[in-house]
C-alpha cells in the first residue's frame, strides 16, 4: 500500500476502504509518513469530504493511536462535556459539579486556551494550590469518591490527533467537518465516558459563524459518537456574545462560584442548566424535563455549590477562594471603556473582546506565552443594554503597562450601537441528538 495512491484515490472524490485509513493514521502517528503526504490528504478531504463510515473509522483509529481511559468501574454513570470554544465559556466549572451532585461520574480532561478562547485548566490554575496533574489512580480514585475530577490532557492519548492538527493548523484544513468531527470525538473516545454533551458554540467568538454550520459539525459529531456506542446529544449554544460577564482566568472562577452560591438567573446559568440536564438525561435513563427538575433542585439547595467546593479542595485549591472571590489577586491597572453614544448596544463581537483579553495577559497568542490568571475583563453591559454617554462598557483588568491602548482599540470594533433595542438572540439554537 502506498500513500500516493491513496492521496490520489481521495483527490478523485473515491471513498477509502478501512485498511487505507488506518495505514494513514498509523504510518503518520509512527513518522512514517512525511507532514506532505498528511497536508496533501488533508487538502484532498477539504475538498471532497468523507463518508460517515470513513469519518468513523478515521475517528477511532485515532483514538487508537494512544492511551484509553478505562471508567469501566463507573458502569454508564460516566458523562463528559465538549465544548468547541467561546470567549467567557466557564460552564465547565459550573455543570461538572452538578452533574457530579446528582450522581454522575465526571472523570473529565481539559485543554488550555490558545488566542482569542480559554481553557478550563488555566481557570483552574488560578485557584491557589489546585492540582491539573493527578496519576491516573489519583484520578480514577478521585473520580470514585468525589464524583468529579478534571486534569489537563496528559500522557499519550490520541498522538495522531496532535499531530495531524499541528498539521492542519498551518495548512488552512482545520474547518473541514470531517476532521474537525475526528479531532473532537477521537478525544472524547479515548478519554472513556459513556455520555456526552457536545456544546457547539456558534456566533462571532466561536469557530462556526453561522447556525447552519454548526448545525452541520453538531449532526456529524452526534452521529459519530453514536456509531462509536456513545449516548450523544449536541446543544448549539450563542456565542455572538461572550457567555457570563467575565473574561479572564481567575474572574471567570470566581462569576462561576457566584453562580452557582446565588443561583442568581444570568445568561451563564441559563445555558449550564441546559448543558447539565442534557447530561443528567444520558447517565439516568431518564427525560430531559426530569433531568431539568433535578438539576434546578440541585442548584436551589446548594448541593452543587457544595459539590464545586468538595471537589476543588480534593485537587489541592484552597477553597475558602472559593468562598469569598475577592481574596484572588487584583492587577495593577482597572481600566475603564466608557460609551461616547447614547442609545442602545446593538452587538458585541465577541471575538474582538476576546482578543483584548489576549493583549491584558489573559491568554496566550502562542502555545508558549505565560498567562497572568488575574488580567481579563468584565462587562459592565451587554448586548440590549441602554446605555448613555460615560456608561462604563467594560472594565479592564491588566499588569501591563503598555496593554491599554491596544486592547481599547480591540473593544471600540467590538461595540456597535444603534439608536434602537435589537432583538434579542436565542442563548440555545436547538438540540441534536
Not at 485515532?62 to 454513570?77: I, N
Request: net charge negative.
Amino acid at each position: 500500500m502506498r500513500m500516493y495512491d491513496i492521496i490520489h484515490k481521495k483527490r478523485e472524490g473515491f471513498e477509502l476502504s478501512d485498511e487505507e485509513i488506518a495505514f494513514f493514521v498509523e504510518g503518520f502517528t509512527k513518522g512514517e509518513i512525511p507532514d506532505y503526504q498528511a497536508a496533501a490528504l488533508c487538502m484532498a478531504v477539504f475538498f471532497r469530504g468523507m463518508t460517515g463510515r470513513e469519518t468513523v473509522k478515521l475517528t477511532e483509529c485515532m483514538a487508537d493511536s494512544g492511551d484509553r481511559m478505562d471508567l469501566s468501574r463507573f458502569g454508564d454513570l460516566t458523562a463528559d462535556k465538549h465544548s468547541t470554544g467561546g470567549v467567557g465559556d466557564k460552564t465547565t466549572l459550573i455543570v461538572a459539579p452538578i452533574v457530579a451532585s446528582l450522581g454522575g461520574k465526571v472523570a473529565k480532561m481539559s485543554g488550555r486556551g490558545l488566542g482569542h478562547t480559554g481553557g478550563t485548566v488555566d481557570k483552574l490554575e488560578s485557584i491557589p494550590g489546585f492540582r491539573t496533574s493527578l496519576s491516573p489512580d489519583e484520578f480514577l480514585a478521585q473520580a470514585e469518591r468525589v464524583g468529579l475530577a478534571v486534569i489537563g490532557q496528559t500522557g499519550n492519548l490520541t498522538p495522531a490527533d496532535k499531530k495531524l492538527y499541528a498539521l492542519r493548523d498551518v495548512t488552512a484544513t482545520v474547518d473541514a467537518i470531517p476532521l474537525i468531527t475526528s479531532s473532537i470525538m477521537s478525544k472524547k473516545l479515548a478519554a472513556g465516558s459513556k455520555n456526552i454533551v457536545l456544546d457547539v458554540k456558534v456566533g462571532s467568538g466561536a469557530f462556526m459563524k453561522t447556525p447552519e454550520q454548526a448545525r452541520v459539525l453538531a449532526r456529524s459529531m452526534v452521529d459519530i459518537g453514536k456509531s462509536c456506542g456513545r449516548n450523544v446529544n449536541a446543544v448549539i449554544t450563542n456565542m455572538d456574545v461572550p457567555l457570563g460577564r467575565a473574561v479572564g482566568n481567575s474572574l471567570e472562577v470566581a462569576e462561576a462560584a457566584e453562580v452557582l452560591r446565588t443561583a442568581k438567573e444570568c445568561d451563564l446559568l441559563q445555558v449550564c442548566r441546559v448543558l447539565a440536564s442534557h447530561m443528567v438525561a444520558l447517565f439516568a435513563g431518564i427525560s430531559p424535563e426530569e433531568a431539568e427538575k433535578r438539576v434546578r433542585e440541585a442548584i436551589s439547595s446548594g448541593a452543587a455549590y457544595a459539590k464545586m467546593r468538595e471537589w476543588i479542595a480534593a485537587q489541592g485549591g484552597d477553597v475558602s477562594y472559593i468562598d469569598d472571590t475577592s481574596l484572588f489577586p487584583k492587577t495593577a491597572y482597572a481600566i475603564p471603556f466608557t460609551s461616547e453614544y447614547e442609545g442602545y448596544i446593538h452587538s458585541m463581537d465577541a471575538e474582538l473582546i476576546g482578543d483584548a483579553s489576549v493583549v491584558l495577559g489573559a491568554g496566550r497568542a502562542s502555545k508558549e506565552d505565560v498567562i497572568d490568571h488575574a488580567a481579563g475583563i468584565i462587562l459592565e453591559r451587554k448586548t440590549g443594554d441602554r446605555i448613555k454617554r460615560g456608561d462604563v462598557i467594560m472594565t479592564l483588568y491588566t499588569n501591563r503597562e503598555n496593554a491599554e491602548e491596544s486592547a481599547l482599540e480591540f473593544c471600540r470594533k467590538a461595540v456597535v450601537f444603534g439608536k434602537e433595542k435589537p432583538e434579542p438572540e436565542p442563548l440555545v439554537y436547538e438540540v441534536i441528538s
